[in-house]
């Protein structure tokens, strides 16, 4: 039971790039979540998904887009990245209210 | 709005020295209160979660408690392995499942 898993572990990107950040859970947990941690601004919710084939926006999902196709992955796409996306990205899934978390990919734009 | 704040920012303590962290909270309607700890480099782990005022729970020299307004985790006889930074978070009744989350206080337990 690997729990949820995230690759990469580390990313650098030129501004512009595109990539997809993977997130793979093997609890079967219905809800599934992105965040991102920033110095100062603690976590703060990016897309989230309550189920295979629905998702929703957090508090901050302007130049990110998601999918769920499966139950089991939730990849993250930055569409083209920008300096202000220089982040952690952290992945969760949920069952009973409790937030698993992933082990986090670091991601630096230049 | 909801919001959650965590004070303090940082906390350093001697091996032994008892202390509390604060987390205080404003949402419409309470679905439950979570503590996270996370070190460095590493994903949040989850400790505790309190769904109602008066509710506490215990995990080794951690009790978090909770109020209607706050929620305390307090760290009796801390040692040296409990330096990380604990992070304070709340869900919404009727939610689907959204945590709101503090900024964190980071705690240092000097031996």
């Known amino acids: 039971n690997a729990g949820v898993t995230q690759t990469p572990k580390f990313q650098v990107l030129k501004t512009g790039q595109s990539m997809t950040l993977q997130c793979a859970q093997d609890m079967n947990h219905e809800y599934m979540s992105w965040y991102r941690q920033d110095p100062g601004m603690g976590l703060r919710l990016i897309h989230y998904?309550?189920?295979?084939?629905?998702?929703d926006q957090g508090e901050v999902p302007n130049g990110y887009n998601v999918s769920r196709s499966t139950t089991e992955d939730f990849p993250l796409r930055l569409l083209s990245a920008a300096p202000s996306q220089t982040s952690v990205y952290f992945c969760?899934?949920?069952?009973?209210?409790?937030?698993?978390f992933g082990p986090g990919t670091r991601l630096l734009v230049l | 709005e909801d919001q959650v704040t965590q004070s303090p920012e940082a906390l350093r303590l001697q091996e032994g020295e008892s202390s509390s962290l604060n987390c205080s909270y404003t949402?419409?309607?309470?679905?439950?209160l979570f503590w996270y700890r996370q070190d460095p480099g590493k994903g949040p782990e989850f400790l505790f979660t309190?769904?109602?005022a008066g509710e506490e729970k215990e995990k080794e020299r951690l009790k978090a408690t909770l109020t209607k307004k706050e929620s305390f985790l307090h760290i009796t006889a801390p040692k040296p392995e409990d330096s990380a930074t604990y992070l304070c978070a709340v869900q919404r009744s009727g939610n689907t499942g959204k945590l709101i989350f503090g900024q964190g206080t980071t705690l240092q337990v000097k031996p």
């Open positions: 949402v419409s309607g309470l679905r439950g």
């Open positions: 969760a899934s949920s069952k009973g209210g409790v937030q698993y």
């Open positions: 309190l769904y109602s």
């Open positions: 998904s309550v189920g295979a084939g629905i998702t």
